[in-house]
């Protein structure tokens, strides 16, 4: 299994313009989310999805959005970039949304850049 | 706001001294997660807490949830320098299904 894969590793955009984070997962997971990571804030929930065609909003949404067409794939897209968007991006996904077998597993990360 | 808060932000120690990061929750959790992040790379699962007074221990690492479900600590014992990283506290607040609240993070440093 390759686990959860994100694309790209490292991207630089400027403002204004649009993009898709690719996050894919081998697992069978049902759930999956995307959070940012900026220094000293940890880890941030931007959006997430209990399974294929539901999502939800998590603490931080604006500016992104996602669907959930697949059981493995959850892109995340930013409609028009702005320099506060600047973070590195992770992905994550687990077998339920609770119980026993909720722990995540994250991606590598995107580390992206908003000039 | 940040529903997790986690403290201390930054903990330096020397090899050998112990280590503990604490987390409090505004809502009772249902479980608490804690998670290892290694500079540069991506979090990674520890361990999970779901009883009321729970503690676990994985060899130096010692986990404990709180009676009223609302906070955890994370000690190590006797730190070695591949103990460097960031450690996360997360939970789930016990009514919104599906989110997953993080804690900001402790960092530790390790002197040789």
Request: hydrophobic residues 30%; proline residues 5%; glycine residues 10%.
């Amino acid at each position: 299994n390759a686990g959860v894969t994100q694309t790209p590793k490292f991207q630089v955009l400027k403002t204004g313009q649009s993009m898709t984070l690719q996050c894919a997962q081998d697992m069978n997971h049902e759930y999956m989310s995307w959070y940012r990571q900026d220094p000293g804030m940890g880890l941030r929930l931007i959006h997430y999805s209990v399974g294929a065609g539901i999502t939800d909003q998590g603490e931080v949404p604006n500016g992104y959005n996602v669907s959930r067409s697949t059981t493995e794939d959850f892109p995340l897209r930013l409609l028009s970039a702005a320099p506060s968007q600047t973070s590195v991006y992770f992905c994550a996904s687990s077998y339920s949304v609770q119980g026993a077998r909720n722990e995540q597993y994250f991606g590598p990360g995107t580390r992206l850049t908003v000039t | 706001g940040q529903q997790v808060m986690q403290i201390p932000q930054y903990q330096h120690v020397q090899e050998g001294e112990d280590f503990t990061t604490y987390c409090n929750s505004s809502t009772t959790l249902s479980n608490i997660q804690w998670y290892k992040q290694r500079p540069g790379g991506h979090p990674v699962f520890l361990i999970q807490l779901v009883k009321s007074g729970e503690v676990k221990k994985q060899k130096r690492l010692t986990f404990q949830f709180g009676e009223a479900k609302k906070n955890s600590s994370l000690h190590i014992t006797a730190t070695q320098t591949t103990d460097v990283g960031t450690y996360f506290c997360a939970g789930p607040p016990g009514s919104t299904l599906g989110r997953l609240y993080f804690g900001r993070g402790t960092q530790l440093t390790v002197w040789p």
